[in-house]
């Protein structure tokens, strides 16, 4: 989209975060339907960081009609896309309803939503006692290192120990479930 956008000189996504944010689809919006930069910069809100001349400037561009069809399907397909990813969500949600307590205890963890833990949920699953101890599962991911030789050679097998730590970390925040 910001390619579409950047070729008749409209170019939002050099000041806005996320093309596909609220603000800014609101503004697209309005130039895809014909409005001018000064309607669109006044869709833009007050939280941007851009100041409203840079987004002038950014929104001042000429979209002729071959560019808006292009965009509006562009915009079709994301809208699909993201109807889609929320009803498999709903689905995923539903089917873990007897794991609730479960993704309660894991969204604890420092950086996991509800969709991550979730995912962590059905990638481990709710019984523990299947890895022993936190380092098992930390293995089974395949977060530590390895032993790995070639030719009498040994290589190097090591793994970030941040990363080994946050899988036992969340084995053992997991036990509890």
């Not at 000064?38 to 400037?57: C, D, I, N, Q």
């Not at 993201?82 to 309660?104: C, G, Q, T, V």
């Amino acid at each position: 989209m910001a390619k579409i956008l950047a070729e008749p000189g409209v170019r939002l996504g050099a000041e806005v975060s996320d093309l596909q944010g609220q603000a800014a689809r609101r503004m697209t919006d309005c130039l895809i339907n014909g409005g001018t930069p000064e309607e669109s910069l006044s869709l833009a809100g007050a939280h941007l960081k851009a100041s409203r001349e840079e987004l002038l400037l950014a929104l001042d561009g000429e979209l002729f009609e071959d560019r808006r069809y292009l965009l509006r399907e562009m915009q079709d397909s994301n809208s699909y896309l993201e109807n889609k990813i929320s009803r498999l969500d709903e689905r995923l949600f539903e089917s873990l309803r007897p794991y609730n307590k479960a993704l309660d205890i894991l969204e604890t963890i420092p950086g996991l939503d509800r969709v991550a833990a979730a995912i962590l949920l059905v990638e481990i699953g709710p019984d523990m006692e299947v890895f022993r101890s936190p380092e098992r599962l930390a293995s089974w991911a395949g977060l530590c290192p390895g032993d790995n030789e070639s030719a009498g050679k040994k290589k190097s097998g090591r793994r970030e120990k941040a990363t080994v730590g946050f899988v036992v970390f969340c084995a053992r925040r997991a036990t509890r479930l």
